[in-house]
């Protein structure tokens, strides 16, 4: 006799999705942001550390297209002296 696809499935060990919390939105997404403007400093300062490093996605919960243009925003804000490059 052979096992039929339902025991199989009810005997697989979980994977790393089916034990990882649910994604969140992104914040640019859900405020129907078109573009990350780098004069916006206080949005900027959301997403840096207290080092003055850019959050990585994975905490900041930003899609990836809208992380590429927040990190050219914080890159823009530092170089016009708006942001720190380092905090002390």
Not at 47 to 73: D, N, V, W
Request: some cysteine.
């Amino acid at each position: 006799m052979s096992l039929s696809n339902s025991n199989n499935k009810r005997n697989k060990r979980p994977t790393l999705q089916d034990l990882t919390a649910p994604s969140k939105a992104c914040y640019f997404c859900i405020n129907n942001t078109t573009d990350v403007d780098y004069k916006n400093v206080e949005l900027l300062r959301r997403f840096t550390s207290s080092y003055g490093k850019i959050m990585p996605r994975r905490k900041s919960a930003i899609c990836a297209s809208h992380q590429r243009q927040l990190s050219e925003a914080i890159k823009r804000a530092r170089f016009m002296a708006l942001l720190p490059y380092l905090t002390r």
